[in-house]
Structure formats: C-alpha cells, structure tokens
C-alpha cells in the first residue's frame, strides 16, 4: 500500500518529452554514477572542510556572547585555517561544476515529478545546486572585495553555508545506497571516464597552483591569478582596508594614546617610544585568504594594561582613529591581551609603520583575523 | 532505512531551516529579497547558460576531434575553462581601487600565460596519445 507521499502521480503526456527531456539527450558515458559518486565524495569533502573553517572564522569575527575567550596559540592559527578555506573554496571552482555536469540529465529527468517525496528530493536539490553555486561565485567576489549586491557578505554566506551543507547531508544520507554501490564499482577504462576524473583533478591542481601562494609563500612566485601577493605592498606587505578609503591622515604632534582603565592615562609618540619596546614575528592572515609575516616592533598590549591597574586576564577593548567603518573596534579577549607577542607596534620590518598599516600605532596578535588587528590606534580600554 | 540515514537527514533539514531562517530574519544586513534573487540566477545562469555551452562544446568535440584525443582536448578545456572562470573576479578590475596591493599584477598577460601552458601540455599529451596507437 504506498503512502500518498511515495503514491505515483500522473505522468505529463509523452508529447511533450522533448529536447533535452528525450531519453537518448544525455549519451555521454560522464554523466554516470561512478563518475559523480566519486566527484561527489571530493566535493563533499571540500564542502565540509570550507564550512567548519568558515564557523571558525566567522565566530573569530563577529564572536556572540557565550565566545568570551579564544587561545592565543598557536601563532598560526587562523592564518592556516583561513588560507584551507579560500584555497578550499578555490578548489570546489571545477569540482563543483564537474559534480553538475556529470548530474546534469538529472534536471531533465522523465517524468519531472514521480510522487510527492521525489518532489521533495528536487526541491532539496535545487536548494543543494543554489546554495553550493552561490557560496563559491560569492566568496570568489569577496576575495577582491567586489560586492556587487546590497547586503551584508559575511552574514549571508554564513547562512547560505547551512542551507548548502544541510541539502548535502540530506541528500547523501538519501543517496547513501547508491553512493557506496558505485563508490565500490571501478570506474571503467576505454570511454573517456578515469580521463575525466584525471582532468578534474589537473584543474583542481592548476587553480590551486596559481593561486595558493598568497598564503603560502614558497609558491608565492606562481601566484599569478591571485589577488594578493604576499610581498605586495607598503613596506613589503599587503593591505586590506588603505589610509585613503578609511579617511585617515598623519598624525600631528597633538597625537595620544588614551589608555582608560582603573589607572587612566595618555601618552604622547615620543612617551609611547620611550617605552620598553618588544619584537614579534607575526602574521597578517585576512579573511579574504592571503596572509603574510611581518617583524614587528612596539609595545606590550599587556604592559600598557597593567600601568592601567587591569586585573589579570582582563580583556581590552582597542579603537581606532577611524571615524567610521565596521571594524573600528576591537574586542581583544584574555589570552590574547596577556600574550607577549600581542602589541601595540609602531614599527614593522625595520621602518616606522607607514599610513596604511596604521601608523602611528596598530594592533597586532597572534591567532586572530586581520581585520581585527585594529590600525591608527587612539584608544585602548581595560574591561 | 538505517537510523544513521534518518539522523544525517534530520541534521541536515535543520541545517537547510536554519540557514533560511537567518536569511529571512536577518533584516537590513541578510536583505533577504536580494540573495533570494542570486540564488535563482545562479542555478538559472548554470543550467540554462554554462550547461548548454559544454554540451555545444562536447557535441563538436565529438564530431570534430578524433576519438583517440578527445578525452585529452575535452581535459584541456576543461582546465581552461576552470582557470578563466577563478580568474574572473580578478581580471574585472573592480575592489578598492586606491588599494595598490589588492590585484597588483598584470592578470590579462598571466591568464594568457598560464592558458598557453595548459594548451602546451595538452598538445604534448595528445601527441603522446597518437603516436602511442593506444586507444582512449
């Protein structure tokens, strides 16, 4: 007895079963079920990976209430994990629309609608195919902050993000049989097929080649499609968010540093100077997915705290000269406010800070996004 | 069907509610309206657009270009195809145009590059292949 959900529904009349809706429309050998169950696995897998690193960073980034405190360590941390996501994201380019291809008569499939349930099942698939377009064409824009839309990019990718994992693990939990039946087939030889997976798998290596080296710098000479060189910029050294856009100007002899806490107090340039000054070797890791090291020099986050009276552990808040802009301030969380190499730097790589790296004074901790390494620094506060 | 089947499917409708959920209530920042429109054009722009582009491409590739190649020259386009499309934004000239570092290559001149390398290695294999004598 099958259920209304499972219960056949009329078929259109055969009439109409044309074009690509014929049955001998689709005859490339591609577009079987070894061949997608394999693309599918590493496109699951690519997929997967893109979204745990993408929760990472978004909860880096915008932290919610119950992420009062994230390690500090290691140094490399979200240097690493960002780089996997936009190399990742990069990677699923070719995966995903070779997934499609191969799964392409499937959109034609005769007749449209068997029953309800499979009714349901395209619906799903057409969230999987909307979501999964959308999250790599979108992240692909932002990496040259092209945003030709009129919302908020990280919040929709961050949801757009569940609604594709989701379709994908409803639709392997659905397709579970059939995957791992065509999983344990070979892919035969002879027709065209292992060449291409073989293919597949030479465009996954070429888009990753030429633009992987803007996080990993030994391939940094091959980075010739990538948006960032990591050695491109002021002083060596890329920059997000210039002096121009943000609005800033040099600083006069007017300039302080306002440190409010328990013990409040200001410090010129040349008091701020004065100071004991400490090295760090730390990275720029931005969301967009390029990073590069720098040497940095200035003062302790922790040392300015402590002349405040902040208790130990105490975060900070750090703001910038910036009249506006969403990053302006930045929460700077226990472990990283205690952390020695966490600085307020003046210099980077030997040379006064120049304008567009915050100069006179910038944050700089380890383990934490780039945007969040506030720049033009007047304000620092105990909390 | 296995309970791990219902349970992955459980999780994963969840996913897919949540994530809508926060488009809708996102307010002025998700805008819900505009990335329900990006949605469609995506799936639109793929199926109607990029789709029967390849299979023009493959019905030619078919007729034109001997059995023995073709799984080679079907592979060079493919990576071709894949290297101008992740080369898009960045040849579009658009971001922040006073950031120096952000695009600071010659990316028309590197595409044409990095196209005439995979065109290079795709000739080399297809001679390979055809003085070979193996089939496909």
Partial sequence: MPSPLTRPLPEPPDSLRQGPLRADAWPSPLHDREVTARLGRWLGIAFAVCFVTGLISHYLQHPPSWLTSVPSRPVWGYRVSQGIHVATGIASVPLLLAKLWAVSPRLWSWPPVRSVLHGLERLSILALVAAALFEVASGLLNVVQWYPWSFFFPRVHYYVAYVAIGSIALHVAVKAPVIAQALRRPVPDGDGRRGFLLAVGAAVATVTVVT?????????????????????????????????????????????????????????????????????????????????????????????LDRAGAPAGAAARVTSMERDGLYRESIVDGPHAGDELTLLALEVNGEPLALDHGSPVRLIAPNRPGVLQTKWVGRVEVL | MKAWRIGLGAIGVAGVLFGLRGLVLGGVATHWPVPAVWLVAGVLAHDLVLVPLVAAAGWVLARVVPARVRPVLRGGLLVAAAVTLVALPVLSGKGDATNASLTPLDYPRNLAIVLGAVAAGTAVLAVVRLSSGREA
């Fill in chain 1, 212 to 304: 992987v080296g803007q996080t990993l710098r030994p391939l940094a000479p091959l980075a010739v499609l990538a948006p960032r060189r990591p050695d491109v910029g002021p002083q060596g050294l890329p920059v997000n968010r210039t002096a121009a856009g943000a609005g800033m100007r040099p600083v006069t002899a007017a300039y302080r540093l306002a440190v409010d806490g328990p013990r409040p107090y200001a410090l010129t340039l040349a008091e701020l100077r004065a100071l004991p000054q400490h090295e760090a070797e730390l990275p720029i890791a931005c969301v967009e997915g390029w990073s590069a090291n720098a040497r940095w020099r200035g003062v302790r986050l922790r040392d300015l």
